[in-house]
Nanobody, 115 residues
Framework: QVPLVESGGGLVQPGGSLRLSCGTS????????MAWYRQAPGRQRELVAA???????TYADSVKGRFTISRDNAKNTVNLQMTSLKSEDTAVYYC?????????WGQGTQVTVSS
């Protein structure tokens, strides 16, 4: 199993910003579809944002215009810049790497938006 390591979570006030990062030394993430999912208590895990190996991005409607997913090829990382955070963004955020016959997940990082 390839470990994906997330970082950057924490506590932030409504309207604030956070930047999540996901990296690994086990695979070349540039050939994977990379995505961020989140799961709030009592809710199903949902897709937040994804970026293909070709750089095409998709976002959940709830985060469009506020979150940006990007790759750093040199560092073999994928980032999620989150702005204008709302209380409903509170969740555990998971990094995912996916391609044919390969699917890897990180352990998750907690994001809490609260005053």
């Amino acid at each position: 199993q390839v470990p994906l390591v997330e970082s950057g979570g924490g506590l932030v006030q409504p309207g604030g910003s956070l930047r999540l990062s996901c990296g690994t030394s086990g695979i070349n993430i540039n050939i994977y579809r990379m995505a961020w999912y989140r799961q709030a208590p009592g809710r199903q895990r949902e897709l937040v944002a994804a970026i293909t190996s070709g750089g095409i991005t998709t976002y959940a409607d709830s985060v469009k215009g506020r979150f940006t997913i990007s790759r750093d090829n040199a560092k073999n990382t994928v980032n999620l810049q989150m702005t204008s955070l709302k209380s409903e963004d509170t969740a555990v955020y998971y990094c995912n790497a996916n391609r044919v016959l390969r699917d890897y997940w990180g352990q998750g990082t907690q994001v809490t938006v609260s005053s």
